[in-house]
Nanobody, 114 residues
Framework: VQFVESGGGLVQFGGSLRLSCAAFGFTFSIYHMSWYRQAPGKEREWVAGINSAGRSMTYTDSVKGRFTISRDNAKNTVYLQMNSLKPEDTAVYYC????????WGQGTQVTVSS
């Protein structure tokens, strides 16, 4: 199992980014997928989740209304559209299967300047 995250970068307060995560080594279309993030000096936290069919999405309170998770099962890829970014969104972002015990990918760095 492998995850390859991309799309991060440096953006100003209020800007937008779209993260992508390509998944390998398992039947992507049958798994609930999630995005997580880890800010400097903090624990990794769950950010958003999407069910296998892409019809049910959930978000942590701090990103509701600003972030949108989606997936393309034909491409084995999950996305995170991030709008109205804030400095507190600065973190390394990872994707993964909740509760599967997989190794983490390299993540993608998101830095929001104020």
């Amino acid at each position: 199992v492998q995850f390859v995250e991309s799309g991060g970068g440096l953006v100003q307060f209020g800007g937008s980014l779209r993260l992508s995560c390509a998944a390998f080594g398992f039947t992507f279309s049958i798994y609930h997928m999630s995005w997580y993030r880890q800010a400097p000096g903090k624990e990794r936290e769950w950010v958003a989740g999407i069910n296998s069919a892409g019809r049910s999405m959930t978000y942590t309170d701090s990103v509701k209304g600003r972030f949108t998770i989606s997936r393309d099962n034909a491409k084995n890829t999950v996305y995170l559209q991030m709008n109205s970014l804030k400095p507190e969104d600065t973190a390394v972002y990872y994707c993964g299967r909740a509760g599967a015990g997989d190794s983490w990918g390299q993540g993608t760095q998101v830095t929001v300047s104020s």
